[in-house]
């Protein structure tokens, strides 16, 4: 950033690193006509996979409201399934399918690779 140091808020360095972030991510979602926000998905269940869609919300952080829109396109594209949980048939669980774990696996490569690590940014 021209004429700028780094800056001293948490949160301006936390959102400086969702915009490199959302840049080094963006080739390969659009590739799969898919946004940022179905890339949080994506990561959320490849860390924690069969999740309920409330617990995917948190783990995603997206709001509870948009995220069946989300699921819905990512179960569209083969990269999501949904099944009845187990523990309780009137919920819900989501998971990757393979397509979907080795396009969340790219992203979290190219994430690996781009960004530095959480701690990293804070510190700054």
């Known amino acids: ?3 700028f140091g780094e800056p001293e808020s948490a949160a301006l360095r936390l959102k400086r690193a969702e915009h490199v ?9 659009r590739q799969e006509d898919l946004g940022f926000e179905h890339g ?3 990561a959320a269940l490849l860390q ?5 869609m409330t617990e995917l919300a948190e783990a995603a952080v997206l709001p509870a409201a ?3 829109r989300h699921v819905d396109k990512l179960v ?11 523990e309780d048939k009137r919920r819900v669980a989501v998971a990757l399918s393979q397509r979907g774990t080795e396009l969340a696996a790219r992203l979290r490569d190219l994430e690996r690779a781009t960004t ?3 701690a990293d940014v804070l510190a700054r």
Do not use: E, K
């Open 1 to 3: 950033m021209s004429g």
């Open 21 to 29: 972030l959302r840049a080094a991510l963006a080739s390969t979602l």
């Open 40 to 42: 949080q998905v994506l």
């Open 48 to 52: 924690w996979p069969g999740l309920r």
């Open 66 to 68: 948009t995220l069946t």
């Open 76 to 86: 569209s594209r083969a990269l999501v399934i949904r099944r009845i949980d187990p």
């Open 116 to 118: 530095p690590s959480t």
